[in-house]
């Protein structure tokens, strides 16, 4: 028998998902979160073992397959376990978000008590869901367990009131009050919108507004995806005709060691590729944030690629050139204009420098033979101060004064445009065409 294409997908798309998983549970393992860590290492758990069962039964050819001895035994409890492991952390995280945005209760930092009181609730809700599911479920296990092509070990149940009771009730039950919490932070984000950065800085939680929304959105993309599942798992087993429980004839040693195989036609359980879907939800809000960023620069520059690529280590390669030694266009320009800044800042200081302090052409640098004069300020405007000015550059026109070394000016071009005019002052307002007299004269001489 051939192999089926959700044979190939299964295992790839699972190997995949923990390739990419794995950094995130390394991250928040180190920083001691506990929720998200529980949240990450079950869904890595459920994609592993999408990967082994696909590998181990790719088809339909019975005779060949092999019995899952001891494999499957384990697989079924840790089935059992990662539904209400996801849930109960899940649980936590939505409660610990919403009590981040809780403003009636602030608090400048946690006791030694509370830090306790917390970790001993998260490790309640991580750990004993699916400790209890793993024990109670040899209550109602009428069997060892099933096997389903490409699915794998699949846990065995029996038929009666107890298994709803025990087995199937829990996940949706625990997922209400997610749902609750989830619900209130929404309704606290909405209310403190505008706070909301501020809330989180004032608060114990350690939060930063990115990692929130990463959280926040995880675990709502986890409840909208666990809970209608389980609901309908709990649905479908509750329509079926009911039988009477019996202890003797569920742990029977003769049924005890018949295992079930099912060909299944090249198709897959759903629940396989829902945690597929939650692997690659969790790379998507933990794997591209910054701290998972930094982690995977660390990780390549310890394999020796920083010497590859530079970039690693926070450095840049050196400008390119080409061929001819000459700098690109952009290079070239940005050399223009420092050096016809540094013409303009060498000119000034040079003849601030050479000319004595009563040397009239120390305040009027352009006014030489190469500077015909223009008209910068209205013809009806006197001012003994502009007079004044005009008739030191007259005198160093016709060498009266000594004038200063001539220079090539870079505005040059800028000179040499023709002047539409200057807008004229209003005649009545005579300070205020003074002052407009002495600053264009302070300019350009006329």
């Known amino acids: 028998m051939g192999i089926s294409p959700a044979a190939i997908a299964v295992p790839l798309l699972s190997l995949f998902t923990i390739f990419l998983d794995f950094p995130a549970f390394i991250w928040h393992l180190k920083h001691r979160n506990l929720p998200t860590g529980s949240l990450i290492f079950w869904i890595l758990v459920s994609n592993l073992v999408n990967l082994i069962n696909a590998l181990l039964w790719p088809n339909d050819n019975i005779p060949t397959w092999f019995s899952g001895t001891i494999l499957c035994d384990i697989e079924v409890?840790?089935?059992?376990?990662?539904?209400?492991?996801?849930?109960?952390?899940?649980?936590?995280?939505?409660?610990?978000?919403?009590?981040?945005?809780?403003?009636?209760?602030?608090?400048?930092?946690?006791?030694?008590?509370?830090?306790?009181?917390?970790?001993?609730?998260?490790?309640?809700?991580?750990?004993?869901?699916?400790?209890?599911?793993?024990?109670?479920?040899?209550?109602?296990?009428?069997?060892?367990?099933?096997?389903?092509?490409?699915?794998?070990?699949?846990?065995?149940?029996?038929?009666?009131?107890?298994?709803?009771?025990?087995?199937?009730?829990?996940?949706?039950?625990?997922?209400?009050?997610?749902?609750?919490?989830?619900?209130?932070?929404?309704?606290?984000?909405?209310?403190?919108?505008?706070?909301?950065?501020?809330?989180?800085?004032?608060?114990t939680s350690g939060l930063t507004r990115s990692r929130f929304l990463r959280l926040f959105a995880v675990a709502f993309i986890v409840v909208a995806m666990v809970l209608p599942v389980q609901a309908y798992i709990l649905y479908t087993n509750a329509s079926f005709p009911q039988i009477p429980y019996s202890w003797a004839?569920?742990?029977?040693?003769?049924?005890?060691?018949?295992?079930?195989?099912?060909?299944?036609?090249?198709?897959?359980?759903?629940?396989?590729?829902?945690?597929?879907?939650?692997?690659?939800?969790?790379?998507?809000?933990?794997?591209?944030?910054?701290?998972?960023?930094?982690?995977?620069?660390?990780?390549?520059?310890?394999?020796g690629l920083a010497h590859i690529f530079p970039a690693l280590n926070g450095t840049s390669p050196l400008p390119s050139?080409?061929?001819?030694?000459?700098?690109?266009?952009?290079?070239?320009?940005?050399?223009?204009?420092?050096?016809?800044?540094?013409?303009?800042?060498?000119?000034?200081?040079?003849?601030?420098?050479?000319?004595?302090?009563?040397?009239?052409?120390?305040?009027?640098?352009?006014?030489?033979e190469a500077q015909p004069a223009r008209a910068y300020a209205p013809s009806n405007i006197s001012h003994p101060d502009l007079q004044a000015e005009k008739a030191d550059c007259t005198a160093v026109r016709h060498g009266a004064v000594e004038s200063a070394p001539t220079r090539e000016d870079p505005w040059s071009w800028y000179y040499k445009l023709p002047r539409v005019g200057h807008p004229q002052v209003p005649r009545h307002d005579e300070e205020r065409a003074d002052a407009a007299a002495v600053v264009v004269g302070a300019r350009r001489c006329t």
């Open 77 to 203: 409890k840790l089935d059992l376990a990662a539904t209400l492991a996801l849930v109960g952390s899940v649980l936590c995280i939505t409660r610990a978000l919403a009590r981040a945005l809780d403003t009636s209760k602030p608090a400048i930092s946690t006791t030694g008590q509370q830090r306790f009181r917390r970790n001993l609730f998260d490790c309640a809700l991580c750990f004993g869901p699916p400790l209890y599911i793993i024990i109670i479920h040899y209550v109602v296990q009428p069997s060892r367990y099933y096997l389903f092509a490409i699915s794998g070990c699949t846990p065995s149940v029996d038929n009666s009131w107890p298994t709803i009771v025990l087995i199937f009730i829990w996940a949706p039950l625990l997922s209400l009050p997610s749902i609750y919490y989830a619900l209130l932070t929404m309704h606290r984000l909405r209310k403190y919108r505008r706070e909301f950065a501020a809330i989180l800085a004032s608060s």
């Open 321 to 368: 050139h080409n061929r001819t030694g000459r700098s690109s266009g952009l290079d070239t320009l940005k050399d223009k204009a420092a050096s016809l800044f540094s013409s303009t800042f060498s000119r000034s200081s040079l003849s601030s420098s050479t000319l004595s302090p009563h040397d009239p052409a120390k305040s009027f640098p352009r006014c030489t």
């Open 249 to 303: 004839a569920i742990h029977d040693p003769d049924a005890w060691d018949v295992i079930v195989m099912v060909p299944t036609a090249g198709t897959v359980t759903f629940d396989r590729w829902i945690r597929i879907a939650l692997g690659i939800v969790v790379f998507g809000c933990f794997g591209t944030g910054k701290e998972a960023t930094r982690m995977y620069k660390a990780w390549l520059c310890t394999l």
